[in-house]
T-cell receptor, first 114, second 113 residues
Framework: DAMVIQNPRYQVTQFGKPVTLSCSQT?????MYWYQQKSSQAPKLLFH???????NEADTPDNFQSRRPNTSFCFLDIRSPGLGDAAMYLC?????????????FGNGTRLTVT | GQQLNQSPQSMFIQEGEDVSMNCTSS?????WLWYKQDPGEGPVLLIA?????ELTSNGRLTAQFGITRKDSFLNISASIPSDVGIYFC?????????????FGTGTRLTIIP
């Protein structure tokens, strides 16, 4: 039973054409994260929401935005995708941000930019 | 940012062999987590470690949180074909939570038929 669900699994977009990736969770976790993972690399945190509080990583480009309309859903918006934005995008959740609350990942959305 | 040195980068083993991989850091970590990622899938949590010296098993997997809080190892006994994948260690620094989770560079495990 999938608990962190990402749609779509594969997304193709054109250079410069806005794209939105979605994530939903059935865990009722407070925190939702978006990671970018390029081939053969470790996941890189883009930002996270603790409830409605948005926390951006310092090196996340402005091209990346996020929305969390409610506890269950979180969206990643890429305003003007470039070829370098092609990657696997992973959503994750955790109950809280502290100890004893490991991340649970979705299966990711693989983004291709043509 | 903080670095987690994970080794080896890749392993080629035969089915039935035992596997050992580790992560080290120059910084002290609160938590060590081990994830496995299959191709085209998200990472799946294998073992979570919360106390220095803690040794935890999950089936054929065993992981330990180093006494110095700067390292962790993962062992897999009697490997089987479904163990193939990339294994990531991850940790959060002392006094920070998951928002500062640092990932290792991964160990790619391949089983030779």
């Amino acid at each position: 039973d999938a608990m962190v669900i990402q749609n779509p699994r594969y997304q193709v977009t054109q250079f410069g054409k806005p794209v939105t990736l979605s994530c939903s969770q059935t865990l009722n976790h407070n925190v939702m994260y978006w990671y970018q993972q390029k081939s053969s690399q470790a996941p890189k945190l883009l930002f996270h929401y603790y409830d409605k509080d948005f926390n951006n990583e310092a090196d996340t480009p402005d091209n990346f935005q996020s929305r969390r309309p409610n506890t269950s859903f979180c969206f990643l918006d890429i305003r003007s995708p470039g070829l370098g934005d092609a990657a696997m995008y992973l959503c994750a959740t955790s109950r809280v941000t502290g100890n004893n609350s490991p991340l649970h990942f979705g299966n990711g959305t693989r983004l291709t930019v043509t | 940012g903080q670095q987690l040195n994970q080794s080896p980068q890749s392993m080629f083993i035969q089915e039935g062999e035992d596997v050992s991989m580790n992560c080290t850091s120059s910084s002290i970590f609160n938590t060590w987590l081990w994830y496995k990622q299959d191709p085209g899938e998200g990472p799946v949590l294998l073992i979570a470690l919360y106390k220095a010296g803690e040794l935890t098993s999950n089936g054929r997997l065993t992981a330990q949180f180093g006494i110095t809080r700067k390292d962790s190892f993962l062992n897999i006994s009697a490997s089987i074909p479904s163990d193939v994948g990339i294994y990531f260690c991850a940790g959060d620094l002392l006094n920070f939570g998951n928002e500062k989770l640092t990932f290792g560079t991964g160990t790619r495990l391949t089983i030779i038929p």
